[in-house]
């Protein structure tokens, strides 16, 4: 079973900076993609960012040019720089992957989330 582990996250003022990341542990093969979500209170979980394992990213119209997501394959981590905060962007965020824990096996996996507080 693969593990993810969040680290970043806090509260920032508008127009700020924070810097998310998350390592993946346990039986893997490969890792397909690592991603980032968010949830905000009263909705749903969305796709903020994902990076693929040949460095191909997605980004949510609402954060692009904003926040940059990154990728060391060696440490099976990802990162999501987020720049230019605005209050819209607080939520819980979570790390995701979608990994091969054996050549044929696959999974989704889901970190424990991190809060991002951002003050007007």
């Known amino acids: 079973q693969v593990q993810l582990e969040n680290s970043g996250g806090g509260l920032v003022q508008a127009g700020g900076s924070l810097r998310l990341s998350c390592a993946a542990s346990g039986r893997i093969f490969s890792i397909t993609y690592m991603a980032w979500y968010r949830q905000a209170p009263g909705k749903q979980r969305d796709l903020v960012a994902r990076?693929?394992?040949?460095?191909?990213?997605n980004y949510a119209d609402s954060v692009k040019g904003r926040f940059t997501i990154s990728r060391d394959n060696a440490k099976n981590t990802v990162h999501l720089q987020m720049n230019s905060l605005k209050p819209e962007d607080t939520a819980v965020y979570y790390c995701n992957a979608f990994i091969l824990s054996t050549s044929t096996t696959p999974e989704t996996a889901w970190g424990q989330g991190t809060q991002v507080t951002v003050s007007s």
């Open positions: 990076i693929f394992s040949d460095g191909t990213t």
